[in-house]
């Protein structure tokens, strides 16, 4: 089969649905096609179910939302489907802030990112109103927004309101952590009811993409093929250009369908994308495609961190909208002159040993009245939650692989990411890590506290990289509207582009990136 199409936009997660609701904005009537590998997960109306059963059984809520033998090595999420991980997320939407752009030129570390502050932060906002942010203005005057966000942020709850007033005992401010989740009615979508299940919103509030692939679809604006996967991109025989995505089809038993398009997106994540291009080297290209420079799966990046929990004097009641949080920006910024620290700080309200049981710790049956005094004794002085998400810097060594040890039933090496911190980082560990444990410390001396324990994150959380953005073609993969330096018509948006993973959820600067490279996408085609 041969597909002809305007945009051929490979992958159906967040970066996809903006870029495909933006390009029909700007350019009506553009043929635009999205090929995702995996199902479409339209199922809104069964979610409540899906809920309750989750709830239940501790059934996947998500039923079919990955694919058996596509899998990582290092991948820290499976999801596969019409949506991509935006069908799971909890909705958080911190931005990050002009110091991850300005890394080299600050401190003389990592990168700069090639773009400015003021520019990305419009797209902030775009994104912000796109998705349906609601949210608290930060007081700090360095995170000033130019246009506030489109709803009122979440109220705190009671448990959260109580640990504000201990938080900021510490002389730390906090404020109401910024959610896609609606707080009125907006966009089509319902406010949010508290159900305390973000990862599966029944009632629409939190913002998902198969929202707007629906719509989409439903005006006729794109061509969704799911089940589809696409295998490699082959070059045209001047080497400057895309020629076809081939692809097959999962739902046909693997028919192949060759996708002809003026210009190629890449919007498959940080994973994904990266493969892709490794898989497509052919004899013009040995190294992969879009890999003159060899930045190709190179740079994989996120961000650290550190969590603990804290217990003090509060009467708290878990359960209480758990999955919001209070979080302060105080340590985004880091004076140049001193030793280099940036995380941010979240606190929640935890059940953490406060949960009724049936037996003590000595193994005894609780019943009635000795069931209700264990729990009330246990319950006597509250628990927070706190972590921090530090930044971390990648050296070139911090790879996507193809491992040709596995592979899916297409006979394809599937991916293997290994995560290698930079040296300056790594010197810096252990002072990062007390300095965050010390910050913990503050913390707990409000209302008699005390730190019960600490974890360091075995992984980098909101991972990005592997396509990395900048100006010299020699050090990265793409420019900063994502286009390949290799070839005219091929593009990348989103987690693969970032240099650097900041030190906070990555989510809304992954859209904000790609809604900026729409415009450019736009333009060229």
């Not at 592979?407 to 965050?436: F, M, Y």
């Not at 360091?456 to 050090?475: I, N």
Request: with cysteine.
């Amino acid at each position: 089969m041969i597909h002809e199409t305007d945009v051929c936009i490979v992958g159906g997660g967040i970066s996809a649905a903006m870029l495909a609701l933006k390009l029909t904005e700007l350019k009506p009537g553009l043929s635009v096609t999205v090929v995702e590998a995996g199902a479409r997960v339209f199922d809104f109306e069964n979610r409540m179910r899906h809920r309750r059963r989750n709830l239940d059984y501790g059934e996947n809520a998500w039923p079919g939302d990955f694919i058996e033998d596509q899998a990582a090595a290092g991948v820290i999420s499976r999801s596969m489907a019409v949506g991509g991980s935006a069908l799971h997320w909890g909705g958080v939407t911190n931005r990050f802030s002009a110091e991850d752009l300005t890394l080299k030129s600050r401190y003389g570390l990592a990168t700069d990112w090639p773009l400015a502050w003021p520019e990305l932060e419009t797209f902030y906002c775009e994104a912000e109103r796109r998705l349906g942010v609601s949210g608290e203005p930060s007081p700090l005057p360095e995170d000033r927004m130019s246009s506030p966000y489109p709803m009122t942020a979440m109220l705190l709850s009671y448990n959260l309101r109580v640990l504000k007033a201990w938080a900021e005992q510490s002389g730390i401010p906090f404020w109401s952590t910024p959610q896609a989740k609606n707080t009125r009615p907006y966009d089509g979508r319902s406010q949010c009811l508290r159900c305390n299940t973000c990862e599966i919103c029944p009632t629409g509030a939190r913002y998902s993409p198969d929202f707007t692939f629906k719509a989409l679809i439903a005006a006729k604006k794109i061509a969704l093929h799911d089940r589809t996967l696409v295998r490699r991109l082959v070059l045209a025989p001047e080497g400057r250009r895309i020629a076809v995505a081939q692809a097959v089809s999962r739902e046909r038993n693997g028919e192949p369908i060759d996708y002809r398009a003026r210009l190629f997106v890449l919007a498959s994540g940080y994973c994904w994308s990266p493969h892709l291009l490794l898989l497509s080297a052919d004899a013009t290209c040995p190294g992969g495609v879009a890999n003159s420079s060899g930045m190709v799966g190179r740079y994989m990046t996120g961000h650290a961190f550190i969590g603990g929990q804290i217990e003090l004097d509060a009467k708290l009641f878990p359960g209480m909208n758990e999955q919001h949080s209070l979080i302060s920006r105080r340590f985004f910024r880091c004076a140049a002159d001193v030793p280099f620290v940036r995380h941010d700080l979240r606190v929640w309200e935890s059940s953490a040993g406060r949960d009724p049981r049936l037996k003590d710790a000595t193994g005894r049956l609780l019943l009635g009245d000795d069931l209700l005094s264990d729990w009330r004794a246990r319950t006597r002085r509250g628990a927070a939650r706190v972590r921090a998400y530090y930044d971390v810097h990648p050296s070139a060594e911090s790879r996507l692989t193809l491992d040709p040890s596995k592979k899916n039933r297409w006979g394809d090496p599937l991916p293997a990411i290994r995560h290698v911190l930079d040296e300056p980082t790594q010197a810096r560990a252990a002072a990062t890590r007390q300095h965050i444990l010390d910050v913990f410390e503050r913390l707990a001396k409000g209302n008699d506290g005390k730190l019960l324990g600490t974890s360091d994150g075995a992984y980098l959380d909101h991972p990005a990289g592997g396509c990395r953005m900048g100006s010299d073609p020699a050090t990265s993969v793409c420019d900063s509207f994502g286009r390949a330096h290799d070839h005219d018509n091929l593009f990348v948006v989103g987690a693969p582009t970032l240099p650097t993973g900041g030190c906070t959820n990555a989510t809304l600067t992954f859209v904000a990136l790609t809604l900026r490279s729409a415009e450019a996408i736009a333009r060229s085609v």
